[in-house]
């Protein structure tokens, strides 16, 4: 188990989130009830999965094979854009508490606006509804650009809660970051590492964590932590697990954290997923 503790971080509806947390995506079955189970017994509170992952059942059990109790999680999963309409994402919510055999996830998120559809705030209506009913504590949006938050708030009077949308140091989000925060919306950084781009073997962030006595890993998700955001790593083995979470015990001076966001590219996303255009089902 990591030896620092996590430092919470609370949202605009009071509730609390850990700093850091655990990215679910491709671990499914029984390979990935290992991994997610390990990440609990490891000291990760806060879990982040989707129903379009398709391991919602792989967590739930995880979360009940682990031995800590429910009360002391954060579980999170997210709307797929086929489902934005009113019932049908009410209905999805339920589905994804029945494959998760969970009585309510702590916050839930619309993966992404599909723009093109225009259903969005349909969808922002139905999580509210859901908030509502116990179904979910906390709601928020992912891949949310600024046009797309002013709509959803404008016409609901409802502040999402969270935004999560790739961030890592290729792609830094100054600006979404700032109206996040100007919104008192807390910023997740989902590929936080780059999703094995080649931001591991980047000389700068080599060379502040061989000054720092610490991992490339290590550095960039305290560049997270430092910038106010919530990195949301994955890792099927323990020991990755323990060193992404070891990140509380040292900080990074404002130079090194200038240099590392210096690596910002004009574009830098990794799959070219402009939610301007870019839609998921």
């Not at 989707?50 to 999170?76: H, M």
């Not at 950084?189 to 991992?215: H, K, Y």
């Not at 240099?259 to 004009?266: D, G, V």
Request: hydrophobic share 40%; net charge negative.
């Amino acid at each position: 188990m990591s030896t620092t503790a996590v430092p919470d971080v609370t949202l605009n509806d009071d509730t609390t989130l850990p700093a850091i947390g655990f990215g679910t995506y491709k671990l499914n079955g029984a390979e990935g009830v290992a991994g997610m189970a390990s990440a609990i017994r490891n000291g990760y509170r806060l879990l982040d999965s989707a129903f379009n992952y398709e391991n919602e059942g792989a967590l739930g059990v995880a979360i009940r094979q682990a031995g800590v109790p429910r009360a002391e999680l954060r579980v999170t999963s997210k709307l797929p854009g086929r489902h934005h309409h009113h019932d049908e994402a009410i209905a999805t919510i339920e589905e994804s508490l029945y494959r998760a055999q969970l009585d309510y996830y702590d916050l839930y998120l619309i993966h992404w606006p599909n723009p093109g559809r225009g259903l969005y705030v349909e969808a922002w209506s139905a999580l509210i509804e859901a908030r509502k009913r116990g179904l979910v504590r906390s709601i928020g949006v992912c891949n949310f650009l600024p046009a797309h938050l002013e709509r959803i708030i404008g016409e609901t009077g409802v502040t999402p809660a969270i935004n999560q949308v790739e961030l890592h140091p290729y792609f830094p989000q100054a600006e979404q970051r700032a109206f996040d925060r100007a919104h008192g919306i807390v910023t997740e950084s989902w590929s936080p590492l780059g999703r094995a781009n080649r931001l591991l073997q980047e000389p700068v962030i080599e060379a502040i964590a061989a000054r720092l006595g610490r991992t490339i890993g290590q550095v960039i998700l305290r560049w997270h932590v430092q910038l106010g955001a919530v990195p949301l790593p994955k890792a099927a083995s323990s020991a990755r697990q323990i060193e992404n979470l070891s990140i509380f015990d040292f900080e990074l001076p404002p130079e090194d954290m200038s240099a590392i966001t210096a690596l910002a590219r004009p574009d830098g996303r990794n799959f070219d997923q402009d939610p301007a255009r870019y839609e998921e089902f």
